[in-house]
């Protein structure tokens, strides 16, 4: 076959490039009727029934809600709502917030989900991750002022919504799970062993974690024996209460029980299933029995917090106390990287619980109306004084147990915590830091994998190096340094294969057959250039190539260039190049480039003969010092 013919099965391959003369005003016209059309359709497109239900996603299961799907969405709900309650408590103290925050930010999201939600399992809310996000990059300078914490929500909100309009929740899909387990895992460290401060009882602890863990140590001579006591005997009591909703009862048949064992059964599970707020309501009325008698100084108790509602109202820009005035600019500058991390990883916390959920439960979820629920969750937030939230991995898990159907159980779970505040917030009073510590080390320590170390090691040993230095990092130098550490190794993992493609080479008397394992694009246009030169020079022989591009798909202009700087220094050792089993996609981009004395073939067989050929009719005067091949 002669060079610079290549020939294809699809006839379409097979026709020539035809420039069209049509004038330019008739062309721009031609253009504008297009677009007018193109806008039309997509307008048309939004305006459609199918996409109202897939962006308010109630409207979907609304017309065939049933009494069934309300008694289990009731019983879901209020279930997560006793959950809820003391872990919101204390979660807003990890966010550096005074306790009510923590339920000011635990109804409205259950509200908005209802209607933009596609899991029935998720429940929004505080977090401890998010908590911990709060307390890093949004401590107002004023003692107890939430303006930053809900100045961050709002933005939140809002970058999650357009990342969501914008279909960008792809971008999960970069960060690694060795990433995501060891930022998890090291922030579950950080959480839990900042509670223990509260175990015993101590005061003036950092809130970095390698300061944090000296200055425990340090203080433990000043330990709160009455603290550690109820501290750990909350733990204690958490782990064997929760156990309860788990007990395999091993019945054959469910419908041969009496309604005796089913409601004791059900009470049990019940009783297990609100384990957190066991332990909190008791260790109040431990607390208030003592302080009714007079002892006011055994136990660190919660204290007065701000009772009923929170207002509804926007959020302050500004920040004005007695010798304290900042700006909307100053609180933004403060707030820095937050405003990039937060909402990435309450998409990243949202997304992964809801596919683990919909994955165990046999149903699908959209990641896109995902992001939007979050956003618009957020926004509504912050007009409550919440801080950020996201999806909940334990109450999720609760809410899925309790049986609900729909996403309509987060209406009960937000009516159940406004209820509370409204009713029960001097209650609250009594409520040990002890006790909500223990409740906040139980629920975290759950997030700990360390199963995961074994089977990387089985599968990829590779996987364990951004797991480690994410752990690491996260640790020594901070959570929000960890996780941006841990994404640049992810990103660099990535893109690494794509510098530094694997060359396979041929070697034939003369000739060097070269077939890289992926595409060439601009990262490794250089690398491959310089390495195939090396190839065909070193040694002590020179050998002309042939570039195999059976695995190619795309080329881009900085790799034409580089094809080109290859031609010219071979040629400067009187060695040539040649193209095979070129795809119709990339043979065309290198048709509109012009390479010069470029020669294609379609198969290396017909390369090597044709470049045998060539040898053998242009013979040099020192043809024992030639190589086999002839020079161009």
């Known amino acids: ?122 429940t929004l809310g505080p977090t401890a991750i998010m908590s911990l996000m709060t307390g890093t990059f949004a401590i107002s300078p004023v003692p107890n002022d939430a303006t930053y914490a809900i100045v961050l929500t709002l933005m939140c909100g809002i970058i999650q919504l357009i990342m969501g309009l914008l279909n960008l929740g792809i971008i999960v899909n970069f960060i690694s799970y060795p990433v995501i387990n060891a930022f998890t895992s090291a922030a579950a460290i950080t959480i839990a062993f900042g509670q223990v401060k509260h175990i015993f009882g101590l005061s003036n602890i950092p809130r970095d974690f390698l300061p944090m863990v000296y200055h425990t140590f340090a203080e433990l001579g000043k330990t709160k024996i009455w603290d550690m006591i109820l501290g750990f005997s909350c733990l204690v009591l958490l782990y064997f209460i929760k156990k309860l909703r788990n007990i395999n009862w091993g019945d054959s048949k469910a419908e041969e029980l009496t309604i005796g064992q089913k409601v004791s059964r059900k009470f049990l599970w019940l009783f297990g299933t609100g384990a957190n707020a066991v332990v909190v309501i008791a260790g109040a009325g431990i607390a208030a029995s003592l302080i009714s008698m007079n002892i006011t100084d055994k136990l660190t108790i919660t204290g007065h917090l701000h009772a009923g509602l929170p207002p509804f109202q926007p959020p302050a820009f500004s920040l004005k106390s007695k010798n304290i005035t900042q700006s909307a600019g100053d609180i933004f500058t403060k707030i820095g990287v937050g405003f990039g991390i937060v909402p990435l990883l309450g998409l990243v916390e949202t997304i992964a619980i809801g596919k683990a959920f919909a994955r165990q439960n046999r149903y699908k979820i959209d990641p896109t109306q995902e992001l939007i629920a979050i956003g618009v969750a957020n926004i509504f937030s912050c007009f409550v004084s919440s801080y950020p939230v996201t999806g909940s991995f334990s109450r999720t898990a609760v809410n899925s147990q309790s049986g609900v159907k729909t996403p309509a159980s987060g209406i009960f779970t937000g009516a159940l915590i406004l209820l509370a505040l409204q009713v029960l917030t001097p209650l609250f009073y009594y409520i040990p830091d002890a006790a909500l510590g223990a409740v906040i080390i139980s629920a975290v320590l759950q997030m700990v994998d360390w199963k995961v170390l074994k089977i990387l090691w089985k599968i990829d040993r590779l996987d364990l190096f951004p797991l480690i230095v994410t752990f690491l990092s996260s640790l020594v130098i901070g959570i929000e340094y960890g996780i941006l550490v841990g994404i640049g190794i992810s990103i660099i993992m990535i893109l690494y294969p794509l510098a530094r493609p694997k060359l396979n080479y041929n070697y034939q008397p003369g000739i060097i057959i070269v077939q890289p394992d992926k595409g060439i694009n601009f990262p490794a246009a250089e690398y491959i250039s310089d390495t195939i030169v090396l190839k065909a020079t070193s040694g002590g022989k020179r050998r002309s190539v042939i570039f195999d591009f059976s695995h190619i798909s795309n080329l881009d202009y900085t790799a034409v260039l580089a094809i080109e700087e290859l031609m010219v220094d071979l040629k400067q050792h009187k060695l040539e190049v040649v193209l095979c089993h070129i795809s119709a996609s990339v043979l065309k981009v290198i048709q509109r480039a012009e390479i010069p004395n470029l020669r294609l073939y379609s198969t290396i067989a017909e390369a090597t003969d044709e470049m045998y050929v060539k040898d053998e009719s242009e013979p040099t005067e020192d043809e024992e010092s030639q190589p086999l091949i002839g020079h161009v």
């Open 1 to 122: 076959m002669a060079s610079n013919q290549i020939q294809y099965d699809n006839d379409d391959e097979q026709q020539p490039l035809i420039v069209d003369h049509t004038n330019s005003s008739e062309v721009k016209t031609m253009g504008s009727i297009h677009i007018s059309e193109k806008l039309k359709e997509i307008g048309r497109n939004i305006c459609t029934k199918e996409t109202l239900k897939k962006k308010l996603p109630i409207i979907k299961w609304l017309p065939n809600y049933n009494l069934n799907a309300l008694q289990c969405d009731i019983i879901g709900g209020l279930t997560v709502g006793l959950t809820v309650i003391p872990q919101g408590l204390a979660y807003a103290k990890i966010a550096g917030l005074p306790p009510q925050y923590g339920l000011y930010s635990s109804f409205m999201g259950c509200f908005v989900y209802c209607f933009l939600g596609t899991s029935k399992d998720i």
